[in-house]
């Protein structure tokens, strides 16, 4: 016979067997049943023809019931496959039969414990889930309150409530400001904005005076006042630098006067219109028509810079101010050129090398650490917080520092050396300041 035949026939010959075991099976707990119903019947006591009567329907009930039970009882037999291996039905029929199961009541009652248990599985997930966004609601809220608190340091200090976009002392202050008005006019045409703002965050920013409108809100000149005598009290002076990277549009404003008042003089129709109690008003302030900055200013500008970092090393690329880091870097390399014997590029008198030092000023720009601590405080009395951004314009070395610093910290953290020396007293320092190790944005 061919290989093919044969497993023909051992098929044939698998599945005669398989239903031939479930009939003998079914009838089997058929049998038990009649003859457990049979012998209640004999041994059944026939007192009186009723009570006989009542004990044969009871006895049929109960053959019927357990009848019944035994025919509904289905059998599960485990999956079998199509193909039988040759040689192998004698084992496949005897694994078979031996994992054959009947499905009872206990295996449904297991079922719906498993079923609750999942269910209160995930009760505890959404309640999780629930607590999660609960949370993240009272952190969007805390942070709204945090930038209310930002705008009223920006009032205190400029009057007004229009923070530029690109506002270098604290970037994220422009892009939110900026993001909020957006959101707001988009509510107001119907569609769906970008952020959710709801109705108390829109009254709480109307009480402190936020516009959402800031293209139609003109820049007045009672508010332009208002920004220079804030500079002045800040710096002394009025010369605001072309390029002022806190407040970019008091600097243009500041050069189109100049500019305006120029051609007045010359006879000139002027590009923008200034009256006469306007010109008045800004001499009252101190305003200069001619920007001369002269050495006294510059000391004055360095006194303002002490007070506010600790330290006279401005540095180069200040933007707040960037004629001061310039002139610091020239008058540091005239000083230099002296001391070798040199022709100093530019003049530097004796008596001017004197006030300087008496400021506290440092002919060799050396930044320590109690030095950045200083800044870093001068930074957290400002904006709430240690996380000076990596690109901050007001002090670009600051913002470079605290990344480099974190870096070595997580180096010694894993165990390895770090770029830069960090001892445990200086970051214990940090620590009471307020450092962040790893910076998220809030």
């Known amino acids: 016979m061919s290989t093919t035949g044969t497993n023909d026939a051992c098929l044939f010959f698998h599945n005669n067997r398989l239903k031939m075991s479930k009939i003998l099976r079914t009838v089997t707990h058929l049998n038990q049943a009649k003859d457990e119903a049979t012998g209640s019947e004999r041994c059944a006591i026939k007192t009186e023809t009723g009570?006989?009567?009542?004990?044969?329907?009871?006895?049929?009930?109960?053959?019927?019931?357990?009848?019944?039970?035994?025919?509904?009882?289905?059998?599960?037999?485990?999956r079998r496959s199509k193909r039988v291996p040759k040689g192998l039905c004698d084992q496949v029929m005897t694994n078979q039969d031996s994992s054959a199961a009947i499905r009872s009541k206990d295996d449904i009652d297991n079922g719906t414990a498993r079923g609750v248990t999942v269910t209160r599985k995930r009760d505890a997930e959404d309640s999780f889930f629930d607590s999660s966004r609960k949370k993240g609601t009272a952190a969007r809220i805390r942070c709204f309150e945090g930038r209310c608190k930002q705008l009223n340091d920006f009032i205190d200090e400029f009057g007004h409530c229009n923070v530029p976009c690109s506002y270098s002392a604290d970037p994220s202050l422009g892009k939110w400001c900026s993001n909020m008005r957006c959101a707001y006019n988009k509510i107001q045409k119907g569609q769906t904005p970008s952020r959710n703002i709801t109705q108390d965050q829109i009254e709480r920013l109307e009480e402190i005076g936020f516009k959402w409108k800031l293209a139609n809100v003109l820049e007045t000149f009672v508010q332009r006042c208002h920004d220079l005598e804030a500079f002045k009290s800040e710096f002394r002076h009025c010369n605001v630098p072309g390029k002022y990277s806190v407040n970019p549009s008091l600097g243009k404003w500041c050069t189109e006067i100049r500019y305006s008042y120029n051609q007045i003089q010359q006879g000139h129709t002027p590009r923008s219109n200034l009256t006469q109690d306007e010109i008045e008003r800004l001499e009252e302030i101190g305003f200069k028509w001619k920007l001369t900055e002269t050495f006294e200013q510059h000391c004055n500008d360095l006194e303002a810079f002490k007070s506010e970092f600790g330290h006279c090393n401005a540095p180069r690329k200040y933007l707040v101010n960037p004629s001061l880091g310039k002139w610091g870097t020239?008058?540091?390399?005239?000083?230099?050129?002296?001391?070798?014997g040199q022709t100093p590029r530019s003049n530097l008198t004796q008596d001017e090398?004197?006030?300087?030092?008496?400021?506290?000023?440092?002919?060799?720009?050396?930044e320590t650490f109690a030095q950045r601590c200083h800044d870093l405080e001068?930074?957290?009395?400002?904006?709430?917080?240690?996380?000076?951004?990596?690109?901050?314009?007001a002090n670009p070395s600051l913002g470079n520092w605290c990344s480099t610093?974190?870096?070595?910290?997580?180096?010694?953290?894993?165990?390895q050396t770090p770029r830069s020396n960090l001892t445990q007293d200086e970051i214990e320092r940090l620590g009471e300041i307020g450092f962040k190790w790893k910076l998220t944005n809030v």
Do not use: D
């Open 330 to 340: 020239e008058i540091r390399y005239s000083y230099n050129q002296i001391q070798r």
């Open 51 to 78: 009570t006989g009567t009542a004990n044969e329907e009871e006895g049929e009930s109960n053959a019927n019931s357990l009848s019944t039970s035994a025919i509904k009882r289905r059998v599960i037999m485990p």
């Open 405 to 415: 610093t974190r870096y070595n910290y997580n180096q010694i953290q894993r165990g």
């Open 353 to 366: 090398i004197e006030r300087l030092e008496e400021i506290g000023f440092k002919w060799k720009l050396t």
């Open 378 to 393: 001068a930074f957290k009395s400002e904006f709430g917080h240690c996380n000076v951004p990596y690109k901050y314009s």
